[in-house]
C-alpha cells in the first residue's frame, strides 16, 4: 500500500542515532568524513550521525540520508560533472535508511553548512586557490 502522505519524522540538520546490524545490507559498509576519519557501519551498535536528506522508496515509505558531516544531499544532477563530482565524495552519506533504524537525540539539531557537496566543494576549491596564492 502506498504511503505517499508519510511525513519524515526527522527533519534535516536533526542528530540520530542509526542502529546498525551485522547481517544486513550495511554490513561492511565504511563512512568517510570530510575530517579523513572513517566510521564502520558493518558491526551491530549505536552510531550518531545527521540527518542530511530525505527521500522515499517505490511505494512512498520516507527514507532518510545520513552523513557524519553537515553537508545537504542532493538526489539530482544537473550536468555530467556534477555527477562526476558527486561520485567522488559519495561515501559521505549512507542512504536508504528507514525510521525504524533511527532513534532520536532529543534536542541535537545542527544548521547543515553547506547545502550540497557541490557547494562543499566550490568552498575546497577557493581555499585552495586562496592559500596557492600564498605561497
Keep these: 500500500m502506498p504511503r505517499i502522505d508519510a511525513k519524515h519524522e526527522f527533519e534535516i540538520g536533526q542528530v540520530v542515532i542509526l542502529n546498525t546490524w551485522y547481517d544486513e545490507w550495511c554490513c561492511?559498509?565504511?563512512?568517510?568524513?570530510?575530517?579523513?576519519?572513517?566510521?564502520?557501519?558493518?558491526?551491530?551498535?549505536?552510531?550518531?550521525l545527521i540527518v542530511v536528506g530525505h527521500y522515499r522508496d517505490c511505494d512512498g515509505t520516507p527514507l532518510y540520508v545520513l552523513s557524519s558531516d553537515s553537508i545537504g544531499y542532493?538526489?539530482?544532477?544537473?550536468?555530467?560533472?556534477?555527477?562526476?563530482?558527486?561520485k567522488r565524495w559519495v561515501d559521505l552519506f549512507i542512504t536508504g535508511i528507514s525510521e525504524d533504524h533511527l532513534q532520536e537525540c532529543f534536542g541535537e539539531k545542527v544548521e547543515l553548512k553547506h547545502k550540497s557537496v557541490f557547494e562543499f566543494e566550490e568552498q575546497l576549491r577557493k581555499e585552495l586557490a586562496y592559500f596557492a596564492k600564498e605561497s
Design 28 to 48: 561492511g559498509k565504511i563512512l568517510r568524513s570530510t575530517q579523513n576519519k572513517e566510521i564502520c557501519t558493518g558491526i551491530k551498535g549505536k552510531i550518531k
Design 74 to 86: 542532493i538526489s539530482g544532477y544537473e550536468s555530467v560533472k556534477q555527477q562526476t563530482s558527486y
